[in-house]
């Protein structure tokens, strides 16, 4: 059984920065690329960064791009996400999901969700 879980939301200011960390388990995700995601309220789960678990190729999305960066570490099956320069516009639930294969580009494409951390960047 995938299981993927997410830790490490909380409250920042503007300017601030948050570490989350995805644990996976239940297969070995060798074949896998490994996503973040954010939803804020009322907007669709939008793609932020993901990377290859094989060759820890890395992809942004444009808004994040020197700001945060997408790690992994193999020995303990987890992900991470690094935000730095945080925004108010950045106020999300943040996801974690898996997909073999490919770059999980949209939400519709991932194969397995965490159940989410909620990260909120006052002004």
């Known amino acids: 059984q995938v299981q993927l879980v997410e830790s490490g939301g909380g409250l920042v200011q503007a300017g601030g920065s948050l570490r989350l960390s995805c644990a996976a388990s239940?297969?070995?995700?060798?074949?896998?690329?490994m996503g973040w995601f954010r939803q804020a309220p009322g907007k669709e789960r939008e793609f932020v960064a993901a990377?290859?678990?094989?060759?820890?190729?890395?992809y942004y999305t444009d808004s994040v791009k020197g700001r945060f960066t997408i790690s992994r570490d193999n020995a303990k099956n987890t992900v991470f996400i690094k935000m730095d320069s945080l925004k108010p516009e950045d106020t999300a639930v943040y996801y974690c999901?898996?997909?073999?294969?490919?770059?999980?580009?949209?939400?519709?494409?991932?194969?397995?969700w965490g159940q989410g951390t909620q990260v909120t960047v006052s002004s």
């Open positions: 999901g898996a997909k073999y294969g490919s770059i999980p580009y949209t939400a519709s494409r991932v194969d397995y």
């Open positions: 239940g297969r070995t995700f060798s074949r896998y690329a």
């Open positions: 990377i290859r678990w094989s060759d820890g190729n890395t």
